[in-house]
C-alpha cells in the first residue's frame, strides 16, 4: 500500500532545471506516492520496484489511490503535455497484468472526462458514488467526529445538525438527506474554532448552521481573493452573477478561472459540465453566498505568501505565483536562511520555466549561497546543477563548467542530484563522464527511470546503438520526442537504413524547436538517403532554441547541413 497520491501536484523542494525533462506531475505524484524515494522515477519503475510474489510465487497487487484526480482532468494548465502524458502513463500501469490496482477519487463533475479515459483504455472498474447520508448516519458522523476530538456532548448534538441541514425529501421518502461536504463544511466551522470546547447548538439550529456557514464563506472568499491577487469587489461581483444566474451558472470572468476552481475547491461552487459554467454548490449555501460575515484578514507572513505561490504555479498563473514569491521575501518578520533560498529557488524555477535563462541562472546561484548558510549540502548540489543547466541552455558553456565542477564535489550518492549532474555534463560535452555518473546511478537503483533513458539517448547519439535500445526499449513511460527520435536513430544506425514513421512526424511537430530532436531525426533521413531533408532538418537544428543544441553537437549538425 502506497502513500495516498495527488495530493500535491508540484514539487516545490527539487528546482525545475534539474530534472527539466522529466515530466514534473509525474516526479510530484511518485514522490508523494514514495516520499523517501529519489526522484527520476516512473509510475511503471515505481510499481515495479514495489512488485513481490506471495509464498506461491503469485504476484502481490501494488495498492495506490490519487486523490483530486480532477486537477489532471481540468484542460489549459501551465503544461498541458505532461497533463496528459500522466494519464496516459497512470492507465498504461493499469493496462499491464496484476501489478497496480487504483483507487482515483475525483468531483462529481468531472467524472465524465474520467470515464472516457477509462472507456479508452478498456479498463475494468467499479464506480463507488459517494451520495447523500440519511439523516441518521449524518447524526451519528457529527456526534462521532465530537467525541473522538474531544468535545463536551450534549446529547443530539449530531441530530439537531443534521436535521438543520437535511433536503426535503421526495412525497413520503422519511427524514431526507445530507449532503456529505455540507456536513463536514458546517460541523468544522461550527466547533473546530471554538474556544470553549463544551459548546453545544442552541435551541435555533437553522440560524446557529447560517451563522457557521457564512463564517466558513467569508474565510474562503478571503483567501481565494488573497491567493489570487483579486479584489474582494471583483470576486463578490462575479458571486453575484452566479447566484442570479441560478442553474444556468456564469462562467468565469477574464482572469477569474483559477479564483472559480478555487472557491470550487473550498466547497462553494461547482462546475456545470456542459459549458464550464460555475453554480452554487449546493442551496444551502445560496444564503451565506449572498451575505457572508465580514471577510476576515488573511496571514501575510513569508509562509502565507510562499504557499500561495505554490498553488498558483501548480494552476499554471506564473505571474502571480512571482508575485506572491516576491511579496514573501519582502515579508516581516524576514524568512531565515533554508525558508528564504526555498523562495528564491522558486522564482528561478519561475523564470527558467518563462524562458527567462540568465535570471534563473543569477536566481539559483543566489539560492546556492542561501542554502550554504543554511548547512544544506545537498540542496547546495541541486541548485548549482540548476544553475549549470540554465547557463548551458543559454550557451555559456565555460562558466556551466565551473558551476559543474562546484556541484560535483557535492553530487554524494542522492540519485536525483547524480541523474541533473548526468544531464547537464552530456550538454556540456562531457559525455563520458556523464556515463559514468549514470553507471553509478543504475547500478544502485535499476529503476531510476530518468536516468535509464537519459543513458539511453547519450548512447544513440553516440552510435552505441546497441546498448542504446537495451535502455530504451526498457522504459514504460509515454514516451518523448526526444526518446522517440533516440529510439530511430539507434535503430537506422543498427540496421544501417533509416526509416521513417507517422510516430517520427508527430515527434517533430511536438518539438519543432528541439535541436536534439531535429539533429537525430536529420541523421535517420541521413542514413535513408534523404540528404536534401536531412540538411533543411541540420540546418533548423542548429537555429533551436528549446532547447538550444549542445555544443558539442552543433558541428555535426552544421556538417549534414552543408551535405544536401
Known amino acids: 500500500m502506497l502513500a495516498d497520491g495527488g495530493r500535491r501536484w508540484s514539487d516545490a523542494g527539487l528546482p525545475a532545471a534539474v530534472l527539466p525533462d522529466q515530466n514534473p506531475y509525474t516526479r510530484a505524484l511518485v514522490s508523494s506516492w514514495d516520499p523517501d524515494g529519489p526522484p527520476g522515477r516512473s509510475v511503471a519503475d515505481l510499481v515495479r520496484a514495489r512488485a513481490r510474489a506471495d509464498r506461491y510465487g503469485l504476484p502481490v497487487p501494488v495498492f495506490a489511490a490519487v486523490d483530486r484526480l480532477e486537477f489532471l482532468l481540468r484542460p489549459g494548465g501551465a503544461d498541458e503535455q505532461s497533463r496528459r502524458d500522466l494519464l496516459e502513463e497512470l492507465f498504461s500501469c493499469l493496462e499491464e497484468p496484476g501489478e497496480l490496482r487504483l483507487l482515483l477519487c475525483v468531483r462529481a463533475d468531472h467524472w465524465d472526462e474520467l470515464r472516457g479515459l477509462l472507456d479508452k483504455h478498456a479498463l475494468r472498474f467499479a464506480e463507488v458514488p459517494l451520495g447523500p447520508l440519511s439523516v441518521p448516519a449524518a447524526a451519528d458522523a457529527v456526534d462521532r467526529s465530537l467525541e473522538r476530538v474531544g468535545h463536551g456532548l450534549d446529547p443530539g448534538q449530531g441530530r439537531l445538525l443534521a436535521g438543520a441541514l437535511a433536503a426535503a425529501a421526495p412525497a413520503g421518502g422519511g427524514d431526507g438527506t445530507v449532503d456529505p461536504g455540507l456536513l463536514q463544511l458546517a460541523g468544522r466551522a461550527m466547533w473546530e474554532e471554538r474556544a470553549d470546547r463544551d459548546r453545544s447548538l442552541s435551541g435555533d439550529p437553522d440560524a446557529d448552521t447560517d451563522r457557521a456557514l457564512r463564517a466558513h464563506t467569508a474565510r474562503v472568499l478571503a483567501e481565494t481573493a488573497a491567493e489570487c491577487l483579486l479584489s474582494p469587489r471583483a470576486l463578490r461581483g462575479w458571486l453575484d452573477r452566479v447566484l442570479a444566474s441560478g442553474d444556468q451558472g456564469a462562467r468565469p470572468f477574464r482572469g477569474g478561472e483559477n479564483a472559480a476552481r478555487a472557491l470550487q475547491d473550498g466547497h462553494l461552487l461547482t462546475r456545470h459540465h456542459a459549458d464550464g459554467a460555475y453554480v452554487v454548490r449546493h442551496p444551502r449555501l445560496a444564503g451565506p453566498l449572498a451575505s457572508p460575515d465580514r471577510l476576515p484578514e488573511i496571514p501575510r507572513d513569508a509562509g502565507a505568501h510562499f504557499s500561495f505561490a505554490c498553488r498558483n504555479r501548480e494552476q499554471g498563473d506564473l505571474p502571480v505565483a512571482r508575485e506572491h514569491a516576491r511579496r514573501a521575501l519582502a515579508a516581516r518578520p524576514a524568512p531565515r536562511s533554508g525558508g528564504r ?160 514513421s507517422e510516430e517520427l512526424d508527430e515527434a517533430l511537430a511536438q518539438a519543432s524547436d528541439s535541436g536534439p530532436v531535429l539533429l537525430r531525426a536529420a541523421r535517420v533521413r541521413r542514413l535513408r538517403g534523404d540528404r536534401d531533408l536531412a540538411a533543411r532538418l541540420a540546418a533548423r537544428a542548429v537555429r533551436a532554441h528549446h532547447p538550444p543544441l549542445p555544443p558539442h553537437q552543433v558541428s555535426t549538425a552544421a556538417r549534414l547541413s552543408e551535405e544536401g
Open 341 to 500: 533560498a526555498r523562495i528564491v529557488s522558486l522564482l528561478g524555477d519561475l523564470a527558467f520555466q518563462e524562458g527567462d535563462l540568465p535570471s534563473a541562472a543569477r536566481l539559483y546561484q543566489e539560492a546556492a549561497g542561501l542554502w550554504t548558510s543554511a548547512g544544506e549540502g545537498t540542496a547546495v548540489g541541486y541548485v548549482l546543477v540548476a544553475q549549470a543547466r540554465c547557463l548551458l541552455l543559454a550557451r555559456d558553456r565555460p562558466a556551466a563548467l565551473n558551476v559543474l565542477g562546484a556541484s560535483a564535489g557535492r553530487a554524494g550518492t542522492d540519485p536525483g542530484l547524480q541523474t541533473g549532474l548526468g544531464q547537464a555534463l552530456w550538454h556540456a560535452g562531457q559525455a563520458e563522464s556523464a556515463l559514468d555518473v549514470l553507471d553509478r546511478v543504475l547500478a544502485r537503483d535499476a529503476t531510476s527511470t530518468e536516468a535509464r533513458r537519459t543513458r539511453g539517448e547519450i548512447l544513440a547519439d553516440q552510435g552505441e546503438a546497441a546498448s542504446a535500445l537495451r535502455d530504451l526499449e526498457r522504459l514504460r513511460t509515454p514516451d518523448s520526442p526526444s526518446t522517440r527520435t533516440a529510439r530511430a536513430l539507434a535503430q537506422a544506425t543498427l540496421s544501417g537504413v533509416g526509416t521513417w
